[in-house]
């Protein structure tokens, strides 16, 4: 599967952006997804994520209650809707799908998009 990821841009502190990924295949449904960043001199890290069939879902401590995945297993879509956007959310935004059914390991995504930057001013 391939993964394209966009709606990146810069954005005031407190404001909110919508990242979707788009990805080509058909068996996009037998994918769970994820969302990691990286920001510059640090680990690529684990944001959320998201089962197969969307009902099963994880949020890191630092986006809980803030960020929300969700996908849409007709278009082959994913997305991260980020509300009350912090300085520290400022990264490089990447979508990823494992064959697992639903995993937080960073070592079982296998497909990876190429990313969009996220800049949060305050």
């Known amino acids: 599967v391939q993964l394209q990821a966009s709606g990146g841009g810069l954005v005031q502190a407190g404001g909110s952006l919508r990242l979707s990924c788009a990805a080509s295949?058909?068996?996009?449904?037998?994918?769970?997804l994820g969302w990691f960043r990286q920001a510059p001199g640090k680990e690529r890290d684990l944001v959320t994520s998201?089962?197969?069939?969307?009902?099963?879902?994880y949020y890191s401590d630092s986006v809980k209650g803030r960020f929300t995945i969700s996908r849409d297993n007709a278009k082959n879509m994913v997305y991260l809707q980020m509300n009350s956007l912090r300085d520290e959310d400022t990264a490089v935004y990447y979508c990823?799908?494992?064959?697992?059914?639903?995993?937080?390991?960073?070592?079982?995504?296998?497909?990876w998009g190429q990313g969009t930057l996220v800049t949060v001013s305050s």
């Open positions: 990823a799908a494992s064959g697992r059914m639903f995993t937080k390991s960073i070592e079982q995504y296998d497909y």
């Open positions: 295949g058909r068996t996009f449904s037998s994918y769970s």
């Open positions: 998201i089962s197969r069939g969307g009902m099963t879902t």
